[in-house]
């Protein structure tokens, strides 16, 4: 983010500095003004009407219904276009709220009876059914709430004959604060006045998260009271690369802040020449550095960060941003679309990874006293052959374009995978069958996530094409520490020497069996473990295209020779913090202007 | 009036896509149509009605069908129920 419009002084000189802490979205620092961004409140007064005004103010209705629909219909248009059917299927559901017709016959008999403005009965109905929505139990039935808001704001506005803009547009460059951001407000955000977005609620894979992504703006969500604490014009920093949210921030800070941003613009216009390079390391070893993503659209964010293939998909959206679960073909749509993007690189699917901490209504998972030690991912697809059958044979489709490689999450040994590769054996067979082209040698890999597979990997390696180290649950289940449960965080250690060792087991393992084997966690977006990993023999780093370009830089100035020194070094200490200690000494004198050094 | 209680088994319940199914075949007849859940009673022909139930896999439902053509009303609905609203 460039200069922005906030004065070397604070806001207001009485406002005490506030620091949040929330979750980084999307990565970048910006420094602006607060754009305060609150839903209407159902706050329109009772206005009486005549008799002889009825009829007028029902066709006024009529055409404002006609109005909205057509304006969620472009918005429906224009999601699918950005973001694809996830996201599309949104404003299906507007258009189902805003066509129902007991509403449509309440607030005409409630305008004719009562004889009030149309105004004030549509928000008494619809601001009546989602006080009763809010209060449902059951996420999904909750989230509806959010959806009648965003189609009664719409609808008020055509009635008031604004149209459908968002009102109190900004008109300079500010940071939008919301509680939530809604679907129509993210599509609609006009990209060259938002500077950055703040949310009091949602995670990594929320809307707001994933628009903002996609649009590269920098973006912070589940800061919790934000909302509360800030008004418009009040001066804010932004770090979507740590999550910190600075309110009205002391003259000291904004200089360390602006420094702070230059310096990341610095290092990321450095970045813009090695796009097109390899990642090989000055000795000449090459490390297959690759994208993670979520939706089929962040392909091309990959390859645009320089990125030469997606080493994981993960194919749960499909289930999360909808009720129901996604048939064969809206799959094979979604994968061949992503796969077509990438080709000639290679596309990773991931088969979903479902239950743990990601409910779906469509499953009907029930209540687990552990989920993350429960029904999930593999375990969820072997009893649902139904769901897994019609995920295998869209991706088998989409591979006929010869790039799509499978790989099965939560393998615990080799049952799992024997059985998985079964079932997709069975799903190649009936393709073969109806004569649908496919990959007869389609690459089938297995995330190596449990400690019991780490004891297998060598078994688990000669049975499949490769491996790929998912380091998020691994270091949780290594540890014994719920990465989401706060009480235990600090237990939770990336370089935790138990881990590494884990790792370069499963690497030697991989190996001996002459399979490459990937990281596809957080850990390979960590520059500090990027020689590391380098030098315990990792073939391929997979990790959100964003940190690409930097993850790059390290490569391409870390021989192999020196990346294998600090590996067998690290191996030797006992406790993560002299790991982390070393690694950050290490890369620190080799690379001084990374930004992870002053974000 | 028909009265009729039943158990929701899709899997989805009555959420955004089978309430659209059921407040669709609903809308068709002249007879007006409640759904009854834990002493909620709502107009079936109105989605949001429907959707505030919340009411999930294994709900226990009643229904009521009231008007002429009361009949043909609840075995439609009825049929959509059994046949868990075509999910599978």
């Not at chain 1, 679907?183 to 949310?199: E, F, M, N, S, V």
């Not at chain 1, 080799?414 to 799903?427: I, M, N, P, W």
């Not at chain 1, 390979?524 to 023999?537: F, I, Q």
């Not at chain 1, 100035?557 to 191996?571: G, K, V």
Request: hydrophobic fraction near 45%; charge should be neutral; proline fraction near 5%.
């Amino acid at each position: 983010m460039k200069n922005s419009p906030v004065a070397a002084m604070p806001s207001k000189a009485t406002a005490a500095e506030v620091m949040l802490r929330g979750i980084p979205a999307s990565p970048g620092i910006s420094i602006g003004r607060v754009h305060l961004l609150i839903p209407e409140k159902p706050t329109i007064a009772p206005r009486k009407i005549a008799p002889s005004e009825v009829k007028a103010e029902l066709e006024r209705f009529a055409k404002a219904l006609a109005e909205t629909r057509a304006a969620i219909e472009r918005s429906r248009e224009r999601a699918l276009a950005i973001a694809g059917i996830a996201v599309g299927k949104i404003f299906d559901a507007h258009l189902m709220i805003l066509e129902d017709s007991v509403f449509h016959e309440q607030v005409s008999s409630r305008v004719s009876r009562e004889q009030f403005a149309v105004d004030f009965i549509v928000c008494d109905v619809l601001g009546h059914n989602m006080e009763m929505m809010q209060h449902q139990s059951g996420e999904l039935f909750r989230e509806r709430a959010a959806d009648i808001r965003d189609v009664r704001n719409r609808l008020l506005r055509f009635l008031r004959g604004e149209g459908d803009v968002v009102p109190e547009k900004p008109t300079e460059p500010v940071i939008l604060v919301a509680p939530d951001l809604s679907p129509t407000d993210t599509l609609h955000i006009d990209r060259q006045l938002i500077r950055g977005l703040a949310a009091d609620t949602g995670g990594l894979t929320s809307h707001t998260a994933i628009v903002a992504r996609s649009l590269d703006i920098p973006a912070v969500v589940g800061l919790g009271n934000l909302t509360s604490l800030v008004r418009s014009g009040d001066a804010i920093v932004l770090n979507g690369n740590s999550g910190k949210i600075i309110v009205h921030p002391r003259s000291d800070t904004l200089t360390e802040y602006r420094a702070k941003q230059d310096r990341f613009q610095t290092f990321l216009s450095s970045l813009e020449n090695l796009k097109d390079l390899p990642a090989v390391t000055p000795d000449g070893h090459e490390i297959h550095l690759w994208g993670n993503i979520e939706l089929p659209f962040e392909a091309e964010s990959v390859l645009a960060h320089g990125g030469r293939g997606v080493g994981l998909f993960r194919s749960e959206f499909l289930f999360l941003t909808r009720d129901t679960a996604p048939s064969e073909d809206e799959q094979f749509d979604t994968y061949d679309k992503a796969a077509e993007v990438m080709a000639p690189h290679p596309l990773v699917i991931r088969t979903f990874d479902l239950g743990g901490d990601k409910l779906h209504g469509s499953i009907n998972l029930r209540q687990e006293r552990n989920p993350f030690l429960g029904y999930r991912a593999i375990r969820v697809s072997l009893s649902r052959r139904d769901l897994f059958r019609a995920q295998l044979r869209a991706i088998l489709r989409a591979s006929s374009r010869g790039n799509v490689r499978i790989m099965f999450p939560f393998i615990s040994g080799l049952e799992e995978l024997r059985e998985a590769k079964a079932v997709l054996a069975e799903a190649m067979a009936e393709l073969e069958r109806e004569r649908i082209p496919h990959d007869h040698q389609i690459k089938v890999g297995t995330m190596i996530e449990l400690p019991s597979a780490v004891a297998m990997a060598d078994r688990i390696a000669e049975e499949c094409d490769f491996l790929s180290i998912g380091t998020n649950d691994l270091i949780q289940y290594a540890v014994a520490a719920d990465r989401g449960n706060e009480i235990v965080a600090s237990y939770y250690r990336s370089f935790h020497p138990g881990v590494i060792r884990m790792i370069q087991s499963t690497v030697k393992a991989a190996h001996k069996a002459g399979k490459p084997v990937a990281i596809c966690g957080e850990l390979g977006g960590n520059l500090l473990a990027t020689p590391l990993l380098v030098g315990l023999g990792i073939d391929e780093i997979s990790t959100s295209s964003t940190v690409i370009p930097e993850i790059k830089k390290v490569i391409r100035t870390m021989p192999l020779s020196d990346c294998r020194r600090i590996a067998s070094r690290a191996l030797r200490y006992s406790t993560a913090a002299e790991i982390t200690a070393y690694l950050t000494k290490q890369l620190k004198t080799r690379l001084a202007d990374l930004p992870i050094w002053f974000t | 009036m028909i009265q009729k209680e039943f158990v929701l088994m899709n899997r989805l319940g009555l959420h955004i896509r089978p309430a659209a199914q059921f407040t669709k075949i609903a809308a068709k007849f002249k007879a007006d149509v409640y759904l009854i859940r834990d002493g909620m009673r709502v107009n079936a022909k109105s989605i949001m009605g429907v959707m505030m139930l919340a009411a999930g896999y294994g709900a226990k439902l009643e229904m009521e069908c009231i008007g002429e053509d009361e009949e043909q009303l609840c075995a439609e609905l009825t049929e959509l129920i059994e046949n868990k609203f075509h999910e599978e």
